[in-house]
């Protein structure tokens, strides 16, 4: 009997050390590599944020720009740091690929650009006849409540926000999507959206703009797919956030 449950036990640790081979080779991979590194990039950007680990050089990086003192704007930061500089970092040097292979090159740049002019001719009307006059969206944005009053002030953070935008829409519809497209297709359009949508709630975010994570994430992958770049759905981001800001502010 004792050799009996010996033996199921052997079973088990071997199939259970084949499975951790496998997943060792998947992680190997550009597809499984992307994934965890930007499940870590997420976790670790939330935890630094809230953390006070980092906050004598908070100090002494605010006696050179003041505005580093709000937490909202570190917390900027740190995301961009780890949203772009480590992904560009792991395309270079890991995985060995050109930045264009993974969405920040011009791609088809005849098809995406007259598409972002038209999809932004309606995003611009939207934003400022509807949403900078929701009740909603004017108490959440500016996000940060000392750029709510204008000024070098407001320009500085809208400033930060386009890099924030940057970053954001390279690690889902540049380094993931790309990534692992290679491996699953247009099925990748599904995968990036899913932590997307997640991290909009994680923020707490309007419910109606959490809800359109869905639907915008799962077409932002498709056309930048179909664009082979990043950049148009970066542009119409990064500006349709800024023109909600303005509007809101200065309207």
């Known amino acids: 009997m004792v050799s009996d449950i010996t033996m199921k036990l052997q079973g088990i640790l071997s199939t259970a050390w084949r499975g951790l081979v496998e997943l060792g080779r998947a992680c190997k991979e550009v597809g499984g590599l992307a994934l965890l590194v930007v499940t870590l990039v997420l976790v670790t950007r939330e935890a630094l944020g809230d953390s006070q680990l980092l906050q004598p050089l908070w100090i002494a990086l605010a006696r050179w720009l003041p505005l580093l003192a709000e937490p909202l704007l570190q917390h900027q930061v740190i995301a961009v740091v780890l949203q772009l500089v480590i992904p560009v970092l792991l395309v270079r040097l890991v995985h060995r690929r050109r930045l264009r292979e993974f969405g920040l090159g011009a791609g088809e740049l005849s098809f995406w650009l007259p598409i972002t002019a038209v999809v932004f001719a309606i995003q611009l009307p939207v934003v400022a006849l509807y949403l900078a ?34 970053s954001w829409e390279f690690l889902f519809r540049g380094y993931l999507l790309f990534a692992l497209q290679q491996r699953m297709g247009h099925l990748a359009c599904v995968v990036q959206m899913v932590p997307f949508a997640l991290m909009h709630m994680v923020s707490r975010k309007p419910v109606s703009e959490v809800f359109f994570t869905v639907g915008s994430g799962l077409l932002s992958g498709v056309f930048a797919l179909l664009a082979r770049s990043a950049w148009p759905i970066i542009l119409l981001h990064a500006v349709g956030a800024v023109l909600l800001d303005v509007f809101i502010v200065y309207r």
Do not use: C, K, Q
Request: no cysteine; charged share 20%.
């Open 133 to 166: 006059r929701d009740p909603v969206y004017v108490r959440r944005y500016p996000s940060l409540g000392a750029a709510r009053h204008g000024g070098m002030i407001f320009w500085t953070w809208e400033g930060s926000r386009v890099l924030y935008m940057i």
